[in-house]
């Protein structure tokens, strides 16, 4: 495990504010499993897409997203729009969580942030999921036929896979994210 500390992008308006006052618990549930961790609060759409960018160009290997589906969004957009390698950690603070639910994540924050928290103290390796591009944006999708990266027929449009697993959300490739 890398003593590194993990990027937490945090969408402070998630889950209709929610997302700001969980921020410090989750940060310390975090620690109480050994994992440090770097708040970055976004505070414009697209801070969260940036940041993320930023952080994979930059060689983070994890990053974990606390938000609902819009923040997932922008962090998979910014991993994969520098081809980055950064596995993402998903901790549902959303109103939908669409995404969370189609990776069993555990809907409960406290819950998904601590077993995310032993995940990554324990190793556990990722397991992947879909994401597609079209029209030049990525999508994260629950499922797909394959897995093999390939041309949908669109000018710029393809599928390809994103990696997870049930609290962590590791965002492509062999990564080693828990």
């Not at 969260?48 to 923040?71: F, K, P």
């Not at 449009?157 to 962590?168: F, I, K, M, Q, W």
Request: net charge positive; aromatic share 2%; hydrophobic share 40%.
């Amino acid at each position: 495990m890398s003593h590194e500390p993990i990027p937490i992008l945090l969408n402070p308006v998630a889950g209709r504010g929610r997302a700001a006052r969980y921020a410090d618990s989750i940060v310390q549930i975090l620690e109480s499993h050994g994992i440090q961790s770097t708040l970055m609060l976004s505070t414009a759409v697209g801070d969260l897409e940036r940041l993320a960018s930023e952080q994979a160009a930059a060689g983070a290997g994890r990053l974990i997203v606390a938000g609902g589906d819009g923040s997932v969004h922008e962090v998979v957009n910014g991993i994969l729009k520098v081809a980055g390698k950064a596995a993402l950690g998903l901790i549902p603070i959303g109103t939908g969580n669409d995404f969370a639910k189609a990776t069993d994540t555990p809907l409960d924050w406290k819950i998904a942030a601590s077993r995310l928290a032993e995940r990554l103290r324990d190793g556990v390796p990722p397991r992947t999921a879909d994401a597609g591009r079209i029209n030049g944006r990525f999508s994260r999708m629950a499922s797909a036929l394959d897995s093999t990266p390939r041309s949908t027929g669109l000018p710029g449009n393809t599928t390809g896979r994103l990696a997870t697993s049930s609290t962590c959300s590791p965002c492509s490739r062999d990564c080693g994210m828990a």
